[in-house]
T-cell receptor, first 118, second 112 residues
Framework: GAGVSQSPSNKVTEKGKDVELRCDPISGHTALYWYRQRLGQGLEFLIYFQGNSAPDKSGLPSDRFSAERTGESVSTLTIQRTQQEDSAVYLC????????????????FGEGSRLTVL | GENVEQHPSTLSVQEGDSAVIKCTYSDSASNYFPWYKQELGKRPQLIIDIRSNVGEKKDQRIAVTLNKTAKHFSLHITETQPEDSAVYFCAASSGNDYKLSFGAGTTVTVRA
């Protein structure tokens, strides 16, 4: 597609349920990121993928959070046993990788998945 | 890790006036400093960026300045228009570091 696509756009769930959030990056973008944005706050880094591997998972808040990426394309962020503090917009972004093996700069964001945990 | 602080958190300006947002960073190895604009309910989008080998960069009504010694950088918007109303985020990352650290954001409101 033309841009980063995320689904669902909105998800309301009950505390304790598991949720899966999906990200379709721009075709050919090797780097993929997940960020969390709580209401009125900045972007909080969660995890970075280069290809299908995740060299940095340091931002994942707890072991209830996990993410995977397959085919150097789609990524899924899974939150198990959701808590009310997990309520936020989860943003996915992708970028290209330069010759030095590092992302080239601009992140292209999806429109996010708004998660509400009741 | 990198820590980016952004001020002010909110900014209200009269249409036609200038707006300035300032950010400081902690990691002296950081050398890439982008600014993202997020309109209400929309995705963040890159509006301008600067690398540490440059002190200033301008694109029409927006400009970014960087002071490496003081570890701060600023966004300047001149002749503000209603469509400039949005949340602006600064960010910083080091050369081979994939991870952008974002500031908390500045909500800019341009009054007609």
């Amino acid at each position: 597609g033309a841009g980063v696509s995320q689904s669902p756009s909105n998800k309301v769930t009950e505390k304790g349920k598991d949720v899966e959030l999906r990200c379709d990056p721009i075709s050919g973008h090797t780097a993929l990121y997940w960020y969390r944005q709580r209401l009125g706050q900045g972007l909080e880094f969660l995890i970075y993928f280069q290809g299908n591997s995740a060299p940095d998972k340091s931002g994942l808040p707890s072991d209830r959070f996990s993410a995977e990426r397959t085919g150097e394309s789609v990524s899924t962020l899974t939150i198990q046993r959701t808590q009310q503090e997990d309520s936020a917009v989860y943003l996915c972004a992708s970028s290209t990788i330069g010759l030095a093996g590092a992302p080239t700069g601009e992140l292209f964001f999806g429109e996010g998945s708004r998660l509400t945990v009741l | 890790g990198e820590n980016v602080e952004q001020h002010p958190s909110t900014l209200s300006v009269q249409e036609g006036d200038s707006a300035v947002i300032k950010c400081t960073y902690s990691d002296s190895a950081s050398n890439y400093f982008p600014w993202y604009k997020q309109e209400l309910g929309k995705r963040p989008q890159l509006i301008i960026d600067i690398r540490s080998n440059v002190g200033e960069k301008k694109d029409q009504r927006i400009a970014v300045t960087l002071n490496k010694t003081a570890k701060h950088f600023s966004l300047h918007i001149t002749e503000t228009q209603p469509e400039d109303s949005a949340v602006y985020f600064c960010a910083a990352s080091s050369g081979n570091d994939y991870k952008l650290s974002f500031g908390a954001g500045t909500t800019v409101t341009v009054r007609a």
